[in-house]
């Protein structure tokens, strides 16, 4: 069963535009939530993360999103792109009721054009 | 510190051979992982170490195996390798629990002809 669905899976904004990045997610059980962000040659770096509390999560590089649970989804946006943003951003899900297993969207890349 | 480090970094395999792929974490994380990642597909968790001794399988781990004998280490085992397993694997670590950022590695670029 399919736990992560990011929508997308290329994305491309004009440097300085809005940077929207789709995840739905399917529990049962409240999940953890994180962004990565995986560039070229490398590993994956955490953005942010949702676990308890406040909603509307900030990470580096002026990203944030927010975790809604009556949609199921955990949107990545940032204000404005900037060059150095292109790369391939995962969605996770860590799931209580599955033991200590992680899930993985298959990932949206990102371009950013000057 | 320097992470969590993976040898080797490039690896060409034929059919039938084995291989180990190296993972090693200084930041004294008693979790570990490997996964998998194919293009388009994300990653997929092969198998996971919630310590010394003690491992357990993940979404794919038909044709792997590992072992955690020390909590830095945490090798991953190609016994008979097929082209299905040609992917990029990446090793991570992390704290206790589910809620915790997973640390990764720089990957091992595997092709298998």
């Known amino acids: 069963a399919q736990s992560v669905t990011q929508l997308g899976s290329h994305v491309s904004v004009s440097e300085g535009a809005l940077v929207l990045l789709r995840c739905n997610y399917s529990?049962?059980?409240?999940?953890?939530l994180f962004w990565y962000v995986q560039y070229p040659n490398q590993g994956l770096q955490l953005l942010l993360k949702?676990?308890?509390?406040?909603?509307l999560v900030k990470g580096i590089n002026g990203f944030e999103a927010e975790f809604k649970k009556s949609e199921t989804s955990f949107h990545l946006t940032k204000p404005s792109a900037h060059m150095s943003d292109a790369a391939e951003y995962f969605c996770a899900v860590s799931l209580t009721n599955t033991g200590n297993q992680f899930y993985f969207g298959t990932g949206t890349s990102l371009t950013v054009i000057p | 510190n320097a992470g969590v480090t993976q040898t080797p970094k490039f690896r060409i395999l034929k059919i039938g051979q084995s291989m180990t792929l190296q993972c090693t974490q200084d930041?004294?994380?008693?979790?570990m992982y490997w996964y998998r990642q194919d293009p388009g597909m994300g990653l997929k968790l092969i198998y996971y170490s919630v310590g010394a001794g003690i491992t357990d399988k993940g979404e794919v781990p038909n044709g792997y195996n590992v072992s955690r004998s020390t909590t830095e280490d945490f090798p991953l085992r190609l016994e008979l390798a097929a082209p299905s397993q040609t992917s990029v694997y990446f090793c991570?670590?992390?704290?206790?629990?589910?809620?915790?950022?997973?640390?990764f590695g720089p990957g091992t670029r595997l092709t298998v002809l």
């Open positions: 529990s049962s059980v409240p999940p953890y």
């Open positions: 930041m004294n994380h008693n979790y």
């Open positions: 991570a670590s992390s704290l206790p629990g589910l809620d915790n950022e997973q640390f």
């Open positions: 949702y676990t308890t509390g406040a909603t």
